[in-house]
């Protein structure tokens, strides 16, 4: 059973043509017969490839308009039969053997894609015949070989040179469990969109069953501890952020170092100006915009030192070398990440191999909602992806506010967003001067934000406050006016705004309300 397997007979029938006519080309330079369908068959022989088209090989016609093409005795047979024991029905019968199937299906995701899709052209669209054939192959799959990644026939065809015409067992059995996983990944998309249509044969937000497919990318060295295994299976589909980033050098990315980076890359994605992120445990520790990357650095690891120290650097514009150069002098860091970095940059990166550096591809939306997904015991928590385009801020006190203040609101805004809650970020002229992660009391948040500032000899006079949530008290807004806030950016909507907005303005205190919340847990 586990032998090389002459191919002899080939079976193509591709929605995506895209290196089928060089793929067949060398198919039949090894004198295999090509058997094909309508439009793949037209290709082939508009490039004097001898091909025999399904319905004379079956001397069944295609019809209802190419929904029936395949599905005859002579093609299954023909893919399922085993050699060694069907041999006897399969020459009575008529039944030549198959042994390569090349077949990728009809384009559903694509279409359900289109914003003016209908039910009628995403049926049309669901593939039959395909899948059936994959499936069939896949199974027999000691004896027949399917393919349906174009970026496996350079393989197959370098195989099929070193092996006189033939594939080995283990490139069968790759190429079977790619197979499984295509069609599971094909239905499952069906099932959601199905799934997801109401009465009217309308599209809600979420599917009555939800289908994922995730590929293994690498096995981790451990999981967030020592003791625990982990792994790490990307969204074949999704080609941006953290899974489209190169890794330019250093060790493996750990389990740990994929959620920093996740949690740097997000947070940089939201400055709006140059800067610089330093993240430890998925939190900033301080964050600065720059006229370029070096001072971006400094001012960001100028916000508080002791917690930058092996933590994550990431940046939204290219690392020079003056960078790179001052960051591995003065601090021991984890991973840099940025979207590029001079030629002298990487040179001087090599004298710390340990240290990893990420480039990654610039924030780019698709206009389609990304989700954000969570497990639970016998479950998955799904919800939409927590940015939302800024609305327009509200001033609900008595004081005006400069246009320096509201760049500062701004940008401390811009970073609560990124810090687990209850949250609180202070800051001025564009640095964090103190960050507050994680407490239980947005009032001990506040308070551990002074805290960081005071240790670090930054003063908080003429700065600014922001809270990913409201201010439930207006105790947070005493602690800020004694630490000498200026301004204070939040939510709003407690049942507390009002006195809340009496005391600031009592203190002198400029109030903004964003009326969106964001929550980090």
């Given at each position: 059973m586990h032998k090389l397997r002459t191919i002899k007979r080939a079976l193509i029938s591709v929605s995506d043509k895209q290196g089928i006519v060089e793929f067949a080309q060398k198919?039949?330079?090894?004198?295999?017969?090509?058997?094909?369908?309508?439009?793949?068959?037209?290709?082939?022989?508009?490039?004097?490839?001898?091909?025999?088209?399904?319905?004379?090989?079956?001397?069944?016609?295609?019809?209802?308009?190419?929904?029936?093409?395949?599905?005859?005795?002579?093609?299954?047979?023909g893919i399922l039969g085993r050699r060694d024991q069907d041999l006897e029905t399969m020459t009575n019968h008529d039944l030549p053997a198959i042994d390569l199937v090349v077949v990728n299906l009809y384009p559903f995701q694509a279409t359900i894609a289109r914003p003016d899709v209908s039910l009628d052209s995403a049926i049309e669209n669901i593939d039959i015949g395909g899948p059936t054939m994959i499936r069939a192959a896949a199974k027999n799959f000691a004896w027949c070989t399917v393919v349906t990644d174009i970026n496996d026939y350079t393989k197959?065809?370098?195989?099929?040179?070193?092996?006189?015409?033939?594939?080995?067992?283990?490139?069968?059995?790759?190429?079977?469990?790619?197979?499984?996983s295509h069609t599971a990944q094909y239905d499952g998309i069906i099932s959601n969109y199905f799934t997801s249509l109401n009465q009217e044969e309308k599209t809600e937000t979420f599917s009555t069953v939800l289908n994922l497919q995730y590929e293994l990318k690498e096995i981790l060295r451990y999981g967030?501890?020592?003791?625990?295994?982990?792994?790490?299976?990307?969204?074949?589909?999704?080609?941006?952020?953290?899974?489209?980033?190169?890794?330019?050098?250093?060790?493996?990315?750990?389990?740990?170092?994929?959620?920093?980076?996740?949690?740097?890359?997000?947070?940089?994605?939201?400055?709006?100006?140059?800067?610089?992120?330093?993240?430890?445990?998925?939190n900033p520790c301080g964050v600065a915009l720059g006229e370029n990357a070096l001072q971006a650095y400094q001012h960001a690891f100028q916000a508080d030192p002791q917690s930058a120290f092996g933590g994550i650097i990431a940046f939204n514009q290219a690392v020079d070398e003056q960078t790179?150069?001052?960051?591995?002098?003065?601090?021991?860091?984890?991973?840099?990440?940025?979207?590029?970095?001079?030629?002298?940059?990487?040179?001087?990166?090599?004298?710390?191999?340990?240290?990893?550096?990420?480039?990654?591809?610039?924030?780019?939306?698709?206009?389609?909602?990304?989700?954000?997904?969570?497990?639970?015991?016998?479950?998955?928590?799904?919800?939409?992806?927590?940015?939302?385009?800024?609305?327009?801020?509200?001033?609900?006190?008595?004081?005006q506010l400069s246009p320096e203040l509201l760049i500062d609101l701004n940008f401390a805004w811009d970073i609560c967003k990124s810090v687990k809650s209850n949250a609180i970020v202070l800051a001025k002229n564009g640095q964090t001067l103190g960050i507050g992660a994680g407490q239980t009391s947005r009032v001990f948040s506040l308070e551990i934000a002074c805290l960081r500032a005071k240790q670090n000899n930054l003063s908080l006079q003429g700065a600014v406050l922001a809270s990913d949530a409201f201010f439930p008290f207006k105790d947070n807004v005493e602690l800020a006016h004694q630490a000498g806030i200026t301004a204070i950016i939040q939510p709003g909507g407690s049942q507390r705004d009002a006195e809340v907005i009496e005391t600031a303005n009592a203190l002198g205190i400029a109030m903004v309300f964003t009326k969106t919340r964001y929550f980090l847990h």
């Open positions: 198919l039949a330079s090894y004198n295999i017969e090509i058997l094909s369908t309508g439009g793949t068959a037209q290709l082939l022989r508009e490039h004097q490839i001898t091909v025999t088209e399904i319905e004379n090989y079956t001397g069944f016609p295609e019809m209802m308009d190419g929904r029936l093409k395949t599905l005859h005795p002579k093609i299954y047979g197959i065809i370098d195989e099929l040179e070193t092996q006189q015409g033939a594939l080995s067992y283990q490139s069968r059995m790759n190429l079977a469990k790619k197979a499984f967030e501890n020592p003791h625990q295994q982990a792994a790490l299976y990307l969204n074949p589909s999704h080609k941006r952020g953290l899974a489209a980033t190169t890794q330019l050098q250093g060790k493996p990315l750990s389990y740990n170092n994929i959620l920093d980076s996740q949690a740097a890359l997000t947070l940089i994605h939201n400055l709006k100006q140059a800067g610089c992120v330093i993240v430890k445990h998925t790179m150069q001052y960051i591995l002098s003065n601090q021991f860091v984890e991973i840099i990440l940025a979207p590029a970095f001079s030629a002298i940059a990487l040179e001087i990166a090599q004298t710390k191999p340990n240290c990893r550096l990420l480039s990654y591809l610039p924030n780019q939306t698709d206009g389609k909602t990304q989700w954000d997904l969570r497990s639970i015991d016998g479950g998955v928590l799904v919800q939409s992806n927590v940015m939302i385009p800024d609305q327009h801020f509200e001033i609900v006190t008595q004081q």
